[in-house]
């Protein structure tokens, strides 16, 4: 069994958990709770009887950014052919920590399972093309 599926729209990463400076307890930020959400609402509209995997995991993720729009014709060409990747915000360990975390109990069972990982950061093929991330997981 493979779950392969896409999130489109802007591309967040995990934020850093916050302190309540009165209660001094920590919490999750509410845009990075709100995207793990999406995330899960995403998965489930994909697959709706999932079955969390067992076994080891192998995940790939590949988050695709749109072009800038300042960007020269040789630059963009260069980003066409992935030579050029891109190195904006966020950073790549925190997309993956906010799909891992938003797929977790889902996807599978606990995020330890995954052994293997791949991940990555492109610009899409086609400037019409949203911003959007896809990930693939599978047991192995």
């Known amino acids: 069994m493979i779950y392969e599926f896409e999130v489109e729209g802007d591309i ?10 009165y209660t001094g307890h920590a919490y999750t930020p509410s845009k990075t709770k709100d995207y793990e959400d999406f ?7 994909k697959y709706p009887k999932y079955e969390p995997f067992t076994g080891r995991v192998s ?3 590949i ?10 014709k040789k630059n963009e060409l260069l980003m066409h052919n ?27 069972a606990d995020d ?20 959007k ?4 997981i599978e047991e192995y």
């Open 39 to 45: 995330i899960k609402q995403n998965f489930k509209i």
């Open 59 to 61: 995940v790939t993720i």
């Open 112 to 131: 330890n399972q995954i052994t293997k990982l791949d991940v990555e950061k492109k610009y899409v093929e086609n400037e019409l093309d949203k911003e």
């Open 82 to 108: 992935g030579t050029l990747s891109p190195t904006k915000k966020p950073d790549i360990d925190n997309i993956v920590k906010i799909i891992l975390d938003g797929l977790n109990k889902m996807a599978f």
């Open 63 to 72: 988050a695709y950014f749109k072009i800038p729009k300042n960007t020269s």
């Open 133 to 136: 991330i896809y990930v693939k």
């Open 12 to 21: 967040n990463g995990k934020g850093r958990p916050r302190v309540n400076t």
